[in-house]
């Protein structure tokens, strides 16, 4: 059974340009997390989708980011424009509902230069 | 807000000995779980602890959690140079919410 899969593995950009990252998690997996970890500091809880439907987006920084969940399945995180403290390593999770463990990604290393 | 933070920052030992990574929090939690990043892969699940849970045991690891301390251990026993990475310490914020609260990590270097 396939995994959690992030897309890209990694991206650079410049300041105020736009990057879009993929997550497909594994399959029959309602609930989808983003999470980030900024160098050198904590992985953050960004957001939680069950199914299409944002539950808890309480950990998006800002506006500038936009996540979304079209028909239950992978999800896109899109930074719009990008800033240099986005810079870090974005996380996927998703989790079989009833269950504890969330199942992560590989993760995608995004620099904002 | 809760936050997990692990002690130490940095671990460096001889392959063959045991490792012990410590991790507190701060509000009650239902479980506690360990995770391991290899440098560049995603988050490995270790083990879970429920929190009426004081002991637990999986292979070479084992994890205590006392819940008046608000803090968890990590051993890992007879260490080896693959169990180099980076070992997190995730709890989940309380009822009625899914989402992990991390702490920063223990960076463990095992030399062979």
């Known amino acids: 059974e396939a995994g959690v899969t992030q897309f890209p593995s990694h991206s650079v950009i410049e300041k105020g340009q736009t990057v879009t990252l993929r997550c497909d998690p594994i399959s029959g997996h309602d609930n989808l997390y983003w999470y980030r970890r900024v160098m050198g500091k904590e992985i953050k809880f960004l957001l939680h989708?069950?199914?299409?439907?944002?539950?808890?987006e309480s950990g998006m920084p800002n506006n500038r980011f936009l996540a979304e969940r079209t028909g239950g399945t992978y999800s896109t995180l899109k930074v719009q424009p990008a800033e240099l403290e986005d810079s870090g390593v974005y996380f996927c999770a998703s989790q079989f509902s009833g269950y504890n463990e969330q199942f992560f990604g590989p993760g995608t290393r995004l620099t904002v230069l | 807000s809760q936050q997990g933070e692990e002690d130490p920052q940095a671990l460096s030992i001889q392959e063959g000995e045991n490792a012990t990574m410590n991790c507190s929090y701060k509000?009650?939690?239902?479980?506690l779980q360990w995770y391991r990043q290899n440098s560049g892969r995603g988050l490995v699940h270790l083990i879970l602890i429920r929190s009426n849970e004081r002991e637990k045991h999986s292979g070479r690891l084992r994890v205590t959690l006392d819940t008046s301390k608000k803090s968890s251990s990590l051993l890992i026993t007879a260490s080896r140079a693959a169990d180099t990475a980076s070992y997190f310490c995730?709890?989940?914020?309380?009822?009625?919410?899914?989402?992990?609260?991390f702490g920063t990590g223990t960076r463990l270097k095992v030399l062979a």
């Open positions: 989708f069950v199914k299409e439907s944002k539950q808890d």
């Open positions: 995730a709890t989940d914020a309380g009822a009625g919410t899914y989402k992990y609260i």
């Open positions: 509000t009650s939690i239902n479980n």
